[in-house]
């Protein structure tokens, strides 16, 4: 079965630091850029940062950039997003998804559309 | 950045109705538009992709269209498996964007 499991989330002090993950399976891994998407009833859906297949290229979105670290392990199917001086406006429900795009790996840019999603796991940033 | 509104936030129809959602860029699109499904506590679902293109496994009663600033996402016929809330998503190699999502319910 093709599907995405996110871990890690969890109720973190302001200034804190967390560390997700997301395990795939039952597609090559390797071959997909992959995002962090995040949700809260107030912004609603908002892109996070996204990751090469390869692991060799990043990017984030300007509101987690020099915070937020994303990383994959192509040996154990496996994203990471350490999260790190966590503001109260980081609380959210954070989505590991596929890009839609299959390039084998070899996309120098993402698509930005997400054919798979995981089912999310809540950060809560407080006191 | 380009702002996604829908219109309209929530919406009441009957089983077998025809029913339009309709999603406004701030400036004239060049760019990809999709689709997502997200029922209660569940991960948003891809319904629609490149503004038109239907996702493999989703209903033929779904379908896209627009260009430019306007954009619609049209149920032929609703099933009450289609109660959700539906979010348009404009999307490039560099950003992407959603819109606030749009209430569906049963009559």
């Known amino acids: 079965e093709v599907q995405l499991v996110e871990s890690g989330g969890g109720l973190v002090q302001p200034g804190g630091s967390l560390r997700l993950s997301c395990a795939a399976s039952?597609?090559?891994?390797?071959?997909?850029?992959m995002h962090w998407v995040r949700q809260t009833p107030g912004k609603g859906l908002v892109w996070v940062s996204a990751i090469k297949g390869d692991g060799s290229s990043t990017t984030y979105a300007d509101s987690v950039k020099g915070r937020f670290t994303i990383s994959r392990d192509n040996t154990k199917n496996t994203l990471y997003l350490q999260m790190n001086s966590l503001r109260a406006g980081d609380t959210a429900v954070y989505y590991c998804?596929?890009?839609?795009?299959?390039?084998?790996?070899?996309?120098?840019?993402?698509?930005?559309?997400?054919?798979?999603w995981g089912q999310g796991t809540m950060v809560t940033v407080s006191s | 950045d380009i702002q996604m509104t829908q219109s309209p936030s929530t919406l009441s129809a009957s089983v077998g109705d025809r029913v339009t959602i309709t999603c406004r860029a701030s400036?004239?699109?060049?760019?990809?538009l999709a689709w997502y499904q997200q029922k209660p506590g569940k991960a948003p679902k891809l319904l629609i992709y490149m503004t038109s293109s239907l996702e493999s496994g989703v209903p033929s009663r779904f379908s896209g269209s627009g260009s430019g600033t306007e954009f619609t996402l049209t149920i032929s016929s609703l099933q009450p498996d289609d109660v959700a809330t539906y979010y348009c998503q404009h999307y490039n190699s560099y950003s992407c964007s959603f819109g606030q999502g749009t209430k569906l319910e049963i009559k």
């Open positions: 400036q004239s699109l060049n760019t990809w």
């Open positions: 039952g597609f090559t891994f390797s071959r997909y850029w």
């Open positions: 998804a596929r890009d839609w795009a299959d390039c084998g790996g070899d996309c120098y840019l993402p698509a930005m559309a997400f054919d798979m």
